[in-house]
């Protein structure tokens, strides 16, 4: 069974709103539209998606482009954040780089890297075995950390910031085969280009 895993695009930063209820921007909404229109994306059978609104919009547009049903699953969520609060980069990068460098470590007390990714392969686990032999691709929307974190564990590589989406603001994505654990393709802009075909 074929899995995307596909991470949202740029958000709408307000520092007066919680972080997880950001939206997509309008240039997010565009790119995430782009994504909509691939081949990729006319396969999806079923879209799971964290409950964060970034990752519901975009799995909105995929839900109205193609009719594809939509299950929030909470664990699909970022890493837990909620003892800092909103912290503005460049302070929020220095953060990240050691969430992800001290796996082990509860990170000013954020979510530890090791926690997060067992969280995150039991939910993606549980979302293939709910779409079952359905028809259609698996789509998991969620967001850069959990892609990086799962991206690893499909490697069989240690956590590390090295596995991170390559586009600044998100909107990347992955597909593996989910019955093997196995990755079909690394990561790759939402928006095609002339190196996917």
Not at 4 to 25: F, K
Not at 64 to 76: M, N, Q, Y
Not at 86 to 115: C, K, M, N, Q
């Amino acid at each position: 069974m074929r899995v995307l895993l596909v991470t949202h695009p740029e958000v709408t930063i307000d520092p007066a709103v919680p972080v997880p209820d950001w939206g997509l921007s309008a240039r997010g909404r565009e790119r995430m539209a782009a994504f909509c229109a691939r081949p990729e994306a006319a396969s999806i059978g079923h879209v799971f998606v964290s409950s964060e609104r970034k990752a519901r919009d975009g799995a909105d547009m995929l839900h109205e482009r193609h009719g594809c049903p939509v299950t929030i699953d909470p664990r699909l969520g970022e890493n837990d954040r909620s003892a800092t609060g909103y912290v503005a980069p460049p302070r929020f990068w220095e953060i990240v780089d050691r969430f992800f460098a001290e796996p082990e470590t509860s990170v000013l007390g954020w979510e530890r890297a090791v926690d997060a990714q067992a969280r995150i392969k039991a939910a993606v686990r549980d979302c293939i075995a709910a779409h079952g032999d359905r028809v259609g691709d698996v789509c998991i929307v969620s967001h850069g950390g959990v892609g990086t974190l799962l991206l690893c564990d499909l490697l069989g590589a240690p956590i590390s910031r090295d596995r991170d989406q390559p586009v600044a603001g998100g909107g990347c994505f992955f597909a593996f085969d989910g019955s093997a654990w196995v990755l079909e393709h690394g990561w790759r802009d939402i928006v095609p280009s002339a190196s996917d075909r």
